[in-house]
């Protein structure tokens, strides 16, 4: 059965739901070394500094790959871009699991990352030319609560798996999982290639410059640089941060990030209702990001019971996850028509730029028992993305106020 023969409503969950099963599965893969930093630093012998680095070359190859990914799903569709994705990330994060020296890891990061660089490319381009406009908002707040669900399981997955099998045998089984999905988008992903094919067929004559160099689409790509490094520094961190701060056990530490993912995805499901109601994207943002930077800030500069870190972490999430629908609709709205895979591919992989420059920065910081910082970082973080989503809807609006009278101006 093809998808035109599905009705609006059921082709639009269909789609969500297909787009939203691979992305959980690559943020899983993105949480599946950080809840093991404190393991391999004793299992090699390394700093943290050392174990920033690894995470940095991860960020770095997805980073530098996600705009040529964009380039792929706009020419090629975004089923092909996915299926190859899903297994070199998969085989990269079994390969880290069979390697007895630390700089082995390296070049395993980096295939991982490429693996990683796909994904945003294509999801937000099947999803921006197949969900019913009336709903777009939900379907991004769907799409990135997989991503967050993928965020809860991994840590807790991983974790589990390295007291039963180690931690070698535990990344090597999870990297096999998307080795299995990619061929499942093999036989089921038909509909993704027939999506991205409009989007292609839309595309016209928009160059790449044209598409991605404008002021609105560079200001998405700083956006992005901020806004993750507040969320690399609390999510490769944070349980080691808390370990050593806050005195609690690893375990815990665990628990609280996984409290903090619950709290962005529970933020993003009702961020997307939020901002289906035509409420104005950048105004969300700033809200919701401010009471984000303010709640970390009190984290790391109080003493905490853990019932107080349980809260005060997932009502940080719930601030972050807010924010999600609404800029990827700020996004949407910058974007040209039927260039939305390299727009999302180049604008996200500012999200690799701040996600590979933190753990190096944040390692260092944490071998000189800075540990604060850990917890500034990200409230400047917060602090500039707000700057920055504000200032893209002022020059929108400004934009939209010039080019209204010319529209009502009759034909000659």
């Excluded at 870190?309 to 601030?319: D, E, S």
């Amino acid at each position: 059965m093809t998808d035109t023969a599905f009705s609006p409503t059921a082709r639009d969950i269909k789609t969500i739901g297909m787009v939203s099963t691979v992305h959980g599965m690559s943020h899983f893969y993105q949480l599946t070394l950080p809840p093991l930093l404190p393991v391999l630093k004793v299992a090699f012998g390394v700093s943290y500094t050392d174990l920033g680095l690894l995470m940095s070359v991860f960020y770095i190859c997805s980073g530098l790959a996600q705009t040529p990914a964009g380039f792929l799903v706009d020419r090629l569709g975004a089923r092909t871009v996915l299926m190859g994705g899903l297994a070199v990330y998969g085989i990269g994060i079994a390969m880290l699991g069979t390697m007895p020296q630390f700089w082995m890891l390296l070049p395993c990061a980096g295939l991982a990352g490429i693996g990683n660089s796909v994904f945003h490319p294509a999801d937000y381009s099947v999803l921006t030319a197949n969900v019913t406009p009336g709903r777009i908002a939900r379907a991004y707040s769907a799409h990135a609560l997989s991503g967050n669900i993928g965020w809860v399981l991994a840590p807790m997955t991983v974790l589990g798996l390295t007291r039963v099998v180690g931690w070698h045998h535990a990344l090597q089984l999870v990297g096999l999982v998307g080795v299995g999905l990619s061929a499942w988008l093999a036989l089921c992903g038909g509909l993704l290639d027939a999506n991205t094919g409009r989007a292609r067929r839309a595309r016209g004559g928009i160059t790449p410059a044209r598409a991605l160099l404008t002021l609105p689409i560079l200001m998405c790509f700083a956006y992005f640089i901020v806004v993750s490094v507040a969320g690399t520094a609390i999510q490769t961190f944070l349980p080691a941060t808390l370990h050593n701060f806050h005195g609690v056990s690893l375990d815990f530490a665990g628990t609280v990030l996984t409290f903090y993912v619950i709290g962005v995805a529970s933020g993003i499901i009702t961020g997307g209702i939020i901002a289906d109601r035509k409420i104005r994207p950048d105004l969300i943002i700033a809200v919701s990001l401010m009471g984000a930077g303010l709640l970390i800030l009190l984290v790391g500069l109080m003493r905490l019971p853990n019932t107080g870190l349980l809260a005060l972490m997932t009502a940080v999430g719930l601030c972050s996850g807010v924010s999600g629908p609404s800029r990827d609709l700020l996004v949407r709205q910058s974007s040209p028509p039927g260039a939305t895979g390299k727009v999302f591919g180049f604008v996200y992989s500012g999200f690799d730029v701040g996600s590979a420059v933190t753990p190096s920065i944040l390692g260092f910081f944490l071998d000189r028992q800075a540990l604060i910082a850990v917890f500034v970082v990200p409230a400047i973080g917060y602090l500039l993305s707000i700057f920055t989503a504000v200032s893209l809807g002022t020059k929108r609006r400004a934009a939209a106020v010039v080019v209204a009278p010319a529209a009502e101006e009759p034909a000659e």
